[in-house]
């Protein structure tokens, strides 16, 4: 078992590794049609495996396209990995689709969108006394 400092060495290491794979690497055009960026990457205690989240900017067709690539790419991904990184063993790789910069700009989206509806005027003072 490795240890937590260590894990996460090797997830900054294979992040940085993957993103320029990402940049000049990879040869499918798949992966080309939406802009990707890989946003973490989580890998086990005994570094056999890692997920790789990726940040996918597009139409959803070009998403499931891109998708579709980085899975076909997956072997090519893995044996660069295990001539960049000096590892034992090379992880298996697993790319997950990454959506949480667009929750966060749909929640971000909504509050703005609650905060135009909020009636002007209403402040702390004109609010009720609620006993405590």
Do not use: C, W
């Amino acid at each position: 078992m490795a240890t937590n400092r260590r894990v996460s060495r090797v997830a900054e290491l294979i992040k940085r590794e993957v993103s320029q794979m990402l940049l000049n690497g990879i040869k499918d055009d798949r992966v080309g049609t939406g802009m990707v960026s890989v946003t973490d990457v989580d890998v086990s205690g005994d570094l056999q495996h890692a997920k790789i989240f990726v940040s996918i900017y597009g139409t959803e067709e070009a998403k499931a396209e891109t998708m579709a690539g980085l899975k076909s790419a997956t072997g090519y991904v893995r044996s660069e990995l295990g001539a960049r990184v000096r590892l034992r063993r090379t992880p298996e790789v697993l790319f997950i689709e990454d959506r949480s910069i667009e929750r966060g700009t749909k929640v971000l989206s909504l509050l703005n969108q609650l905060q135009q509806e909020r009636p002007v005027g209403l402040s702390d003072e004109n609010e009720p006394d609620v006993p405590e």
